[in-house]
């Protein structure tokens, strides 16, 4: 390349390039036109390097799959699996191990599926139906009695309903109650008026009724057991009948033990099961009876009552209705059982064995 100035003071610029084998690196030069230089084309893309073929060192990875194209199956059913051949020596003794094993079974289920059928079509929806049932002679004498308590106890009067008053409705509720072997007890029938109907404000106010819990009754149960309590337990039968309604509050008839006049409606003087504020006043009734007895309100635990003199202690935790009692003294336990049957009537269930789901066992 060659570079040259002619007259005018313009540079001339001439190249002359000779190829005689590959090019030379291409030096750098400054420019020297007062003209910009032409924008070089855009150079081709390099072309991507070919993957390299395997050599003959190289082996080719074959699928091992032999289920290519087929489309899955059933997978989440459970696929029996062939059995294992055994010996021909230990082929009798197993068959006979597996037969019995299979009768026991057998028996089993057969006797969990009696019991679960027995307990979810033993208890009748309505008195219409308990009457349909081949057991109705049960279930007669069970609202019977629980109607005559209900009498006994004058729970409600006889008389008409007051010009804008309004009745709310009741409804048996019949259960059969079972043992822990899963036989009969006994049949049970409650007269439950239908709370959801009372206005607040007018049929009551205040509801609330403290309940034991459950951390405080494994404390007893668990000071029971390190201190070698006994542990009774009492029922008191239509709990809720011993609270006095402080408003006016009309019913309509139970269903099957209407009396009067066609219209006649019961005035409820106790507080029936159902109601807003008949646990409340339960509450109230028991905890004078029994502060008048001697006792005192834990104040960690509202459901919770302790008796102190010389060296009897005796502990009763209350859920609702069911009263257990512990203490050193059997004796001095029927002696507070026998003072509380005479301000409500009560069932001695004797020792305790089962308390809020909770077995107990003596060793």
């Not at 257990?324 to 409500?344: D, N, P, Q, Y």
Request: charged content about 25%; aromatic content about 8%; proline content about 9%.
């Amino acid at each position: 390349m060659a570079i040259g100035r002619g007259e005018e003071g313009v540079e001339n610029v001439d190249s002359k390039i000779k190829v005689l084998g590959p090019t030379p690196p291409r030096r750098s030069t400054p420019s020297v036109s007062p003209s910009p230089a032409p924008s070089p084309s855009p150079a081709p893309p390099s072309p991507s390097p070919a993957p390299p073929q395997p050599g003959p060192s190289q082996s080719t990875r074959h699928s091992t799959r032999t289920n290519l194209g087929v489309p899955p199956g059933e997978w989440w059913k459970v696929r029996e699996t062939s059995p294992i051949p055994e010996d021909d020596e230990s082929d009798d003794s197993d068959a006979h191990e597996d037969q019995d094993q299979e009768s026991t079974y057998e028996d089993a289920d057969t006797h969990l599926s009696e019991a679960a059928q027995a307990v979810s079509a033993s208890d009748p929806k309505s008195y219409a139906e308990a009457l349909k049932r081949p057991d109705a002679p049960k279930w007669i004498e069970a609202t019977q009695k629980e109607f005559d308590g209900l009498i006994a106890n004058e729970a409600w009067e006889y008389c008409q309903l007051p010009p804008g008053a309004k009745a709310i409705g009741c409804r048996w509720v019949l259960n059969i109650k079972h043992l822990a072997d899963g036989t009969i007890d006994r049949y049970k029938a409650r007269l439950v008026a239908q709370g959801f109907s009372q206005r607040p404000g007018f049929d009551y106010v205040e509801t609330f009724a403290s309940t034991v819990r459950m951390a405080t009754i494994r404390v007893i149960l668990a000071l029971a057991a390190l201190e070698d309590l006994e542990l009774y337990s009492t029922d008191i039968s239509q709990a809720f009948l011993n609270g006095d309604l402080d408003v006016d509050i009309y019913m309509q008839q139970p269903e099957g033990f209407e009396r009067g006049n066609p219209g006649d409606v019961v005035r409820l003087v106790k507080g029936l099961y159902g109601l807003k504020q008949a646990g409340r006043l339960w509450n109230q009734k028991l905890h004078s009876v029994l502060l008048q007895m001697g006792f005192k309100r834990l104040k960690s635990d509202a459901s919770v009552y302790l008796f102190i003199r010389d060296d009897v202690r005796v502990i009763i935790p209350i859920f609702i209705d069911d009263i257990t009692l512990a203490g050193r003294s059997v004796a001095s336990i029927k002696a507070v059982i026998a003072e509380l049957a005479t301000h409500f009537k009560l069932r001695d269930l004797g020792p305790s064995s089962y308390l809020l789901g909770i077995e107990i066992t003596r060793n």
